[in-house]
Antibody
Framework: QVQLVESGGGLVKPGGSLRLSCAAS????????MSWIRQAPGKGLEWVSY????????YYADSVKGRFTISRDNAKNSLYLQMNSLRAEDTAVYYC??????????WGQGTLVTVSS | QSALTQPASVSGSPGQSITISCTGT?????????VSWYQQHPGKAPKLMIY???NRPSGVPDRFSGSKSGNTASLTISGLQAEDEADYYC???????????FGGGTKLTVL
């Protein structure tokens, strides 16, 4: 069965960095677009970034462009999100999802990122 | 403010039908058939309920249906059940640099 497991969240000070990982299993990872979506406490969903199956096509939300970098390692069935220059407004649960704007059909359980001094 | 507009809340009694709207523009909902709907229970990850406007993933009950007219997409749930009480989000591909936009979410209460 399809499984997506995020890790790497935690408490970080403003201006700090964090790297999130998403371990995928149960499907051919290299065949699928992958995405990061976040949800601030008590708020709605916000798309962050997505990457094509080969990694050649990448898009970011304007709110994270220049600060976050998405990447993938198809040999390790893993998706990553490097987050730099973190701000308080980046505080959220970060989900990885299989797929892109056409529909994320499987989501992980999320990892909480808290940016606070 | 979210790119797609949804009502903040809707409610219905068990067995009834409800419809949640999702209004965008010709750059997103109206221009592409890449509208999706997600169900989210408290403390849980979102679950895909509808993709490409009206398609149901395997395992989603046929009580859930999607449609689109112009710049507005809709999710209809018929034969409401208690377990349908959740937050529902629409999303769409967009030609803007944002690429993927979500609605603000609708809280469904089953009375």
């Amino acid at each position: 069965q399809v499984q997506l497991v995020e890790s790497g969240g935690g408490l970080v000070k403003p201006g700090g960095s964090l790297r999130l990982s998403c371990a995928a299993s149960g499907f051919t990872f290299s065949d699928y677009y992958m995405s990061w979506i976040r949800q601030a406490p008590g708020k709605g969903l916000e798309w962050v970034s997505y990457i094509s199956s080969s990694g050649s096509t990448i898009y970011y939300a304007d709110s994270v462009k220049g600060r976050f970098t998405i990447s993938r390692d198809n040999a390790k069935n893993s998706l990553y999100l490097q987050m730099n220059s973190l701000r308080a407004e980046d505080t959220a649960v970060y989900y990885c999802a299989r797929g892109g704007p056409g529909g994320g059909d499987y989501w992980g359980q999320g990892t909480l990122v808290t940016v606070s001094s | 403010q979210s790119a797609l507009t949804q009502p903040a809340s809707v409610s219905g009694s068990p067995g009834q039908s409800i419809t949640i709207s999702c209004t965008g523009t010709s750059s997103d909902v109206g221009g592409y058939n890449y509208v999706s709907w997600y169900q989210q229970h408290p403390g849980k990850a979102p679950k895909l309920m509808i993709y490409e406007v009206s398609n149901r993933p395997s395992g989603v009950p046929d009580r859930f249906s999607g449609s689109k007219s112009g710049n507005t997409a809709s999710l209809t749930i018929s034969g409401l059940q208690a377990e349908d009480e959740a937050d529902y989000y629409c999303s769409s591909y967009t030609s803007s640099s944002t690429r993927w936009v979500f609605g603000g979410g609708t809280k469904l209460t089953v009375l």
